[in-house]
């Protein structure tokens, strides 16, 4: 877990969700007095502090302590929203789901918008006995006629109020007699079961702020207020390129060929960190098509898995370095996922390079991808939480590990299969615990980072 200062200067680095969205309708020329230009963060060094001289050798000493990496990730992503300037964009409701408000969801009209009834039952005027009218009052009707002293009507639940109703008297808080006269069974209070209009807002009452993430109910308020389409951020646009040639789409693993579990797992996990998945392109071990693919891009944000390390095949670091990329993050000191990158490609365009395991992917997606595409989706930085570890966890003597957890009450039960290559663990897991170096004891406090789909569900997150 980070200790309390590492803590102290993430909060304070960290901008909210509102400074973010003023990112996106910040005017040219505007941006902190840089005339139009986004300011350029030096690329981390040693330990992740910029401008720090090499305390190791080897390539560990380029690597970036794991909460410093995060960081810099969420001011690269301002600094591309301050180039990029993206404007707002106006979604019809059935597409806005997940997505950040632009603008304040204000009320169109009041709520609810005439007197309607809360109940099925009778509108009721004046004392009891009532006579009872031979038609009722269906909800979607035009206004009934008004009620007079000593009248009642029959009434269903949402319909609206005859002019002149006392009350509206519950179906099963009357009984009619033989002479179809109408008498309560208990006492009947003035304006009782109706919902007077402008119960829940006036027009133009501010109903939810700037930053609120579209969630099933912000669409149901939304249409309930008079809204056919909502002002919100547009989704980063991701394109993700798998390279491998050993790496195979369908089928048993044979031959020295396995099965890519990056393609299937990415794009959705992308979509739940709020990008547009634009396009999946296999490239292979191919220096020249993973060069063709990064530069024919156009995309927010590109991901690329494996080929971030020195071997024959990787090719990651050489094609950064034709693009003349700028590298924000070389590396960075957890496990699993240490050879993961972060460069800024042009001032709008990043690349996010993955490792080619699978959970040492996943720590990629959390250290770098999340913040980036958090920042320039505009969503709420989630809630930092700790739980007591319910098991030791072995650590890295220098390194922070994440580590594939269940919650089990007040606690979390750290998961086996949790080596680089492994998603057993992780497909079963809750969360991902932020385990020290040197490891933690059991009953040790932990931070927890939530799988997006645990809190948001699975159909905000992969809409």
Request: aromatic content about 2%; charged content about 20%; some cysteine.
């Amino acid at each position: 877990m980070t200790s309390p200062g590492t803590r102290a200067d993430e909060e304070a680095e960290d901008r909210h969700v509102e400074e973010a969205l003023a990112l996106v309708k910040e005017q040219p020329g505007a941006a902190h007095g840089d005339h139009g230009h986004a300011a350029r963060p030096a690329p981390a060094t040693s330990h992740g502090h910029q401008g720090a001289p090499p305390q190791q050798t080897g390539s560990h000493h380029r690597a970036t302590a794991w909460p410093e990496a995060r960081a810099i990730a969420e001011r690269a992503a301002r600094a591309a929203v301050r180039a990029a300037r993206r404007a707002p964009v106006s979604v019809p409701l059935d597409a806005a789901l997940g997505l950040t408000l632009a603008a304040p969801l204000t009320a169109l009209t009041d709520l609810p918008s005439f007197d309607t009834s809360a109940m099925d039952g009778w509108a009721v005027a004046g004392p009891g006995p009532w006579a009872v009218r031979d038609e009722g009052v269906l909800a979607g009707h035009a206004q009934p006629a008004p009620l007079t002293d000593g009248e009642a009507v029959r009434i269903a639940t949402g319909a609206r109020i005859p002019p002149d109703t006392t009350a509206v008297l519950r179906s099963e808080h009357g009984r009619t007699d033989e002479r179809d006269r109408l008498h309560p069974t208990r006492e009947v209070v003035h304006g009782q079961d109706i919902r007077p209009r402008g119960q829940e807002c006036r027009g133009g009452d501010q109903l939810l702020p700037v930053g609120t993430l579209a969630t099933p109910p912000v669409l149901g308020l939304a249409a309930a207020a008079g809204y056919d389409t909502l002002t919100v951020v547009p989704r980063p646009r991701v394109d993700v390129l798998v390279l491998g040639d050993e790496l195979l789409t369908e089928g048993l693993p044979h031959d020295g060929l396995i099965r890519d579990a990056l393609g299937p797992m990415l794009p959705p996990w992308l979509r739940a960190l709020g990008a547009d998945v634009r396009a999946v392109r296999r490239v292979g071990d191919d220096a020249d098509a993973l060069h063709r693919a990064v530069t024919a891009s156009d995309a927010d944000l590109i991901v690329t898995t494996g080929g971030t390390a020195a071997g024959p095949v990787d090719h990651v670091h050489p094609i950064l370095g034709r693009t003349g990329a700028e590298l924000l993050v070389d590396g960075v000191k957890v496990r699993p996922g240490h050879p993961m990158l972060l460069a800024r490609l042009r001032d709008d365009q990043h690349l996010v390079g993955l490792p080619g395991n699978p959970l040492a992917a996943v720590s990629g997606l959390f250290t770098l991808a999340e913040p980036f595409l958090r920042i320039l989706a505009a969503r709420p930085a989630p809630e930092p939480y700790t739980l007591p570890l319910r098991d030791a966890v072995h650590g890295h003597p220098y390194d922070t590990r994440l580590v594939p957890v269940v919650l089990r009450g007040d606690g979390a039960v750290p998961l086996h299969y949790n080596g680089p290559a492994m998603l057993r663990g992780i497909a079963a897991a809750d969360a991902l615990a932020v385990v020290p170096p040197g490891g933690a004891r059991s009953g040790q406090e932990a931070e927890l980072l939530d799988l997006p789909w645990t809190t948001g569900g699975i159909g905000v997150c992969f809409t």
